[in-house]
């Protein structure tokens, strides 16, 4: 089996209500992002949605049709080893692609495996359980209040834990912490992802801060390439410190960063790390150290349904990361992921097991390369 042909989509999907939140640095009042489709010689085809930055894609599509695309044309969808291997020589001969342009070209190459062998996704990967805890991961608030809000609703839905992005100031940040713990009591589990918005000094003072207050890790508090300040976190704190999720060329960045603890926790996801193929490389590596991968957020739901099929054959994954509101980012699937007393369901069907939405996909699209 050979691949064929290549179908890279530009979609846009309008959301002129996200205008009033706000997601990292972006306010953006659309999410830009690809549909990648290799089709085979025996007419076997899958798809992928595929990250496109803010505003990006354009470039995101540019880069897929005239890097990727040229690579993956005639090979075996089923030497998903190999692709990798070769792609790692031909990306580092002066191409240097993003580091979000190689995974949706692997999930389909997976996708077209699983659906071949008529399984689910994550059984093909091999199954360690069928659901997986959900947390909810906020966007950034101007106020406490809004930040506790989403935390009491997160908790009476009976989603697990809570993820507070805060914005960055640290005074605030505190607050808001405080008020968060003080309103879902002390042993619901909440974590923090400021960043990276502090330096080391700050970024102690309020891991610290957060010990005192039980929550479950620090994320990111400074860049993750900054391994020696993030080792000084992870030698003086109790807290465990969260990072890795934007370190390209997973998981060979990573292995230094478990060997030498610079992180206590990796991150890694189908979306930023390379792919199924990445993911699965990182989060056994970090198995064989007695680290937890804890998968990172993909955004979009097509993708965060990858995320899921990977989290259940992981076994040192806690949760699935979803942000909220869901419905800013619940697109491009035909029905909606399924939750259940506060876990993610996996769908049984091949692949991915539940279908895209063409007519939205069809609708968001605005080029083709």
């Known amino acids: 089996m050979k691949i064929s042909d290549i179908e890279v989509r530009v979609c846009r999907a309008k959301r002129p209500d996200f205008a009033a939140e706000r997601l990292r640095d972006s ?53 998903r080893e190999k692709n990798w291997q070769d792609f790692r020589r031909y990306d580092r ?65 009976g989603w697990p834990a809570y993820k507070v992005h805060p914005p960055g100031d640290f ?51 400074l860049f993750d390439e900054g391994f020696h300040a993030l080792r000084e976190l992870t030698r003086a704190l109790d807290i465990p410190i969260c990072g890795t999720e934007v370190l390209n060329k997973h998981p060979y960045s990573v292995a230094e960063c478990i060997a030498t603890r610079v992180v206590d926790i990796v991150r890694a996801d189908v979306s930023w790390s390379g792919g199924i193929t990445a993911v699965m490389k990182t989060a056994n590596l970090a198995e064989a150290f007695g680290v937890r991968c804890e998968i990172h957020t993909t955004i979009y739901h097509p993708l965060e349904l990858v995320n899921l099929h990977c989290c259940a054959a992981i076994q040192n994954c806690t949760y699935l990361e979803l942000l909220v509101p869901e419905s800013y980012f619940a697109f491009g699937l035909k029905q909606p992921l399924r ?31």
């Open 27 to 79: 306010y953006a009042e659309s999410f830009e992002f690809l549909v990648v489709t290799l089709t085979t010689d025996e007419g076997v085809s899958a798809t992928s949605f595929g990250f496109a930055a803010d505003r990006g894609g354009m470039m995101a599509a540019e880069i897929a049709a005239y890097a990727l695309k040229p690579f993956f044309l005639g090979r075996d969808p089923f030497f």
């Open 339 to 369: 939750i259940a007393d506060g876990c993610a369901v996996l769908p049984d069907g091949p692949g991915l097991g539940i279908e895209y939405d063409w007519d939205f996909i069809d609708n968001a699209t605005y080029h083709k390369l």
């Open 171 to 221: 005074g605030f940040d505190l607050e808001v912490q405080r008020a968060i713990r003080t309103a879902v009591g002390p042993d619901y589990p909440l974590m923090s992802d400021p960043g990276p918005a502090y330096d080391l000094e700050q970024a102690m003072r309020m891991g610290r801060e957060l010990e005192k207050l039980s929550y479950l890790w620090l994320e990111e508090p």
């Open 93 to 157: 001969s002066l191409r240097h692609t993003p580091m979000y342009s190689f995974g949706p070209f692997d999930i389909a190459c997976w996708l077209i495996g699983a659906q071949a062998a008529g399984q689910p996704l994550y059984k093909y990967l091999g199954a360690y359980r069928d659901r997986v805890p959900v947390y909810a991961s906020s966007l950034r608030h101007t106020t406490p209040d809004a930040y506790v809000a989403e935390a009491l609703a997160t908790k009476a839905r």
